[in-house]
């Protein structure tokens, strides 16, 4: 295969708030299991070591925001992987071509993926060795543990099951990723991407038409291809999914083609990041039933959770 490959991959791991001054956007802003634990980067998010063809451990990104496994360009360079064709991918900032590589054996915990053809990206916008993305991870459970700073993928089963999470959201697939489409955000009905790789959250231009742009501050977001886009940050009063509230939500609002890549674009949608993320004890990321569960710790301030139990389809 050569020349450029057809195929567009969503890449939205490491989209770094920068220069940014928040201001709220309306008047008040208030045993077999697959286990490794996960180290905390500069930007809060989760890595967790990954070994390539029988090397590493390197430091990887699990993000449920990327449709592609990604490797740097130091590890690649280390290695000496073969060269694959160009690859035209979609960032957070932009759509860029980019070198890939063919990895013969990738593992992480006991879960081991073999003739992989992988985009290359510098280390230094990634923010780590690498990504493992939704490609990796569509039969598996991506659990993250706050409590105690783990991250584990396997089966749900292996992984404890469901007892504990109190909100479960049944989500609509998308080019490998799951959208929950019952979210609110300040009154505004919003579809959500839960993005383990991502700092902070972004929404798009509708959500931020709907929300009446109030408040804004400057920001720029910096993407994992290097690239960096314009955007105006606030601060939204409540998200809601369920009886599950979560308050004071920073957003950075841009006009990035990641939104349209998965063709929400046209009406109000969120990357959930890693900061609000934080808010909950447990989240589980089921990719064969796609549904995505919230284990809710009431101690912290910023999260409100009223009733009982929720199954939110």
Request: glycine share 10%; proline share 4%; charged share 20%.
């Amino acid at each position: 295969m050569s020349g450029t490959a057809t195929a567009l991959a969503l890449l939205v791991a490491n989209p770094v708030i920068l220069q940014a001054e928040t201001q709220p956007l309306s008047g008040e802003a208030s045993q077999t299991e697959e286990v490794v634990q996960g180290l905390e980067d500069a930007h809060e998010r989760m890595t967790v070591p990954v070994a390539l063809d029988g090397t590493g451990p390197y430091r990887f990104l699990i993000d449920t925001g990327s449709q592609r496994t990604v490797v740097s360009t130091g590890v690649a360079d280390r290695l000496a992987l073969a060269v694959g064709p160009q690859v035209r991918i979609v960032s957070i900032a932009g759509v860029a071509g980019v070198a890939s590589a063919h990895v013969g054996e990738m593992q992480f915990g006991e879960q081991i993926l073999t003739g992989l053809q992988v985009p290359v990206l510098d280390g230094r916008h990634i923010g780590a060795d690498g990504i493992v993305g939704t490609d990796s991870l569509q039969d598996r459970r991506v659990l993250l543990d706050f409590d105690r700073n783990l991250i584990a993928i396997g089966d749900p089963q292996e992984l404890g099951g469901n007892s504990g999470f109190e909100i479960v959201v049944r989500a609509r697939r998308k080019s490998g990723q799951l959208i929950i489409t019952k979210a609110v955000i300040d009154g505004i009905k919003t579809s959500v991407v839960v993005d383990t790789g991502a700092s902070n959250s972004i929404g798009n231009l509708a959500l931020q038409r709907a929300l009446g742009g109030r408040g804004a501050g400057a920001a720029v977001i910096a993407s994992v291809t290097g690239q960096t886009l314009d955007a105006s940050i606030g601060v939204a009063n409540k998200l809601s999914i369920g009886t599950l509230e979560v308050s004071n939500v920073a957003i950075a609002f841009a006009d990035t083609p990641a939104f349209r890549e998965l063709d929400l674009h046209r009406k109000p949608a969120l990357f959930l990041g890693m900061r609000e993320l934080r808010a909950f004890r447990r989240v589980a990321i089921d990719f064969p039933t796609r549904e995505v569960r919230f284990d809710v710790n009431q101690v912290r301030a910023f999260v409100n959770y009223k009733d009982g139990p929720s199954l939110i389809d």
